[in-house]
Every structure is written in C-alpha cells, then in structure tokens.
C-alpha cells in the first residue's frame, strides 16, 4: 500500500483562525514533507522530517509550524494566516534515504478569506 | 540554487503518437531524479525514479533516460491514450533531505 491520506479535503479560514493539516502513512517511511502549490506553478518545498525531527525548514514564515508526532503522522498548524497563503498543500513521505521515491498525498486545498 | 526548466510547456497529440517530455537542470549534483503525474487539482503520482547512477529506467510504456553531467532528463510515453493527459513534472533530488526541486511542468493532451 503506498497511499499518503491528508485531511481536510478542502479548508477555508479567516486570517485570525487557527486550524491544522493532518498527514497520514503507513508505509513505515521515516521521512516526511510538506509543500506548498499555487495554482499553475509546481510544488515548493516546505519542511522535511526525518525520523521525526525537523531536518529542513525552508525559511517559511512562522505562521505555518509543523509538527511530528510520530513516525507515521505529520501535522501543519496554521495561524494568522494570509490571502496569499491560499494554496493545495501536499503532503509526501519515503524512505528515510537519498535515492528514495517520495509517495504524495491527495492534498488538502486551503482558502483565506 | 538548483533550476529546472522543462519544455515544451504543453503539448497536444493524437492518440497513438509517442511523447516526448523534456526536462534540464542547472546544478548536476543530484542523488535523483523523480518523474511525477499530476491531474488537476490533484495530488502528485511518482511515475519513475532515476539513481543518478543509472542512464535509464522503464515502466510499462514510460521511459525515462538520465544525462547527469548535461543537466537533463527525457521522459518518453509510448503509444499515448486520452487517459495520459495531465501535468508531467520532473524534479532532481538532492543528497539532504532528499529535496526535491520541481520543474514547471508540461501540460499533456492527448486527443482521441
């Protein structure tokens, strides 16, 4: 099974909300990522754990904070955030290697008012 | 800082024509290179994986060839069916953290 689940589907938030992205896999993947995707324009990478710590954080503002649970949950707690923060965030994980494949999720589709 | 161009950026066929997508980069230091499929509004699918030792790698009718040192990659798609249409999207992998650098993507329509 290579399925990565995300929740919600779809979020709309007021710029003074706080909410959470979940993240799901039971692959036994010890690296986990989210990304960022504007309409028409590919992935961004965000952050990446590896074995649940924080091992890259892209200088995203601290509106967005991640967080690892455990090895087979990540989550994105949003605060204050901004219109422009309006976008589908993925979710991926793999092997915790350099030449692993990295298995995404379905996205979760994000609007700011 | 890694840049990934690929071209063309959309692309329209007849079925049963072979495609050919293209995709450079600027920095050939990469452990790999992932070939993904995105449909709209949708989540990305991997669609291959290159080690950056190998020259090529095969999946059904996908084939994706691997020039490291020149900076580029080629996906190629044989015998197109309406049901390949979707954003083809290339990213080279970095040793840390496995990070991955997207291209922006070709566009593909293959027509019945």
């Known amino acids: 099974d290579t399925e990565v689940t995300q929740t919600p589907k779809h979020l709309v938030m007021g710029m003074t909300n706080k909410k959470s992205l979940k993240c799901e896999q039971h692959m036994g993947h010890r690296a986990m990522y989210w990304y960022k995707q504007k309409a028409k324009k590919p992935p961004e990478l965000m952050f990446v754990y590896s074995y649940e710590k924080l091992s890259i954080n892209e200088s995203v503002p601290s509106r967005f904070s991640p967080e690892c649970p455990n090895s087979s949950l990540l989550n994105l707690h949003l605060h204050a955030l901004q219109p422009e923060d309006s976008a589908l965030y993925l979710c991926a994980s793999s092997q915790a290697g350099q030449i692993d494949t990295q298995y995404f999720g379905p996205g979760t589709r994000l609007t700011v008012l | 800082k890694q840049e990934v161009t690929q071209i063309p950026a959309a692309l329209s066929v007849p079925e049963g024509e072979n495609l050919v997508l293209n995709c450079s980069f600027t920095d050939s230091a990469i452990y790999n290179l992932q070939w993904f499929r995105q449909d709209p509004g949708k989540g990305l699918t991997s669609l291959l994986l290159?080690?950056?030792?190998?020259r090529e790698q095969t999946s059904g009718r996908l084939n994706a060839s691997l020039d490291k040192s020149s900076g580029r990659s080629t996906l190629y798609i044989a015998a197109s069916q309406p049901g390949d249409s979707a954003t083809y999207l290339c990213?080279?992998?970095?040793?840390?953290?496995?990070?991955?650098?997207f291209g922006g993507g070709t566009r593909v329509l293959v027509k019945p």
């Open positions: 990213a080279p992998g970095k040793a840390a953290g496995n990070k991955l650098t």
């Open positions: 290159i080690q950056s030792s190998q």
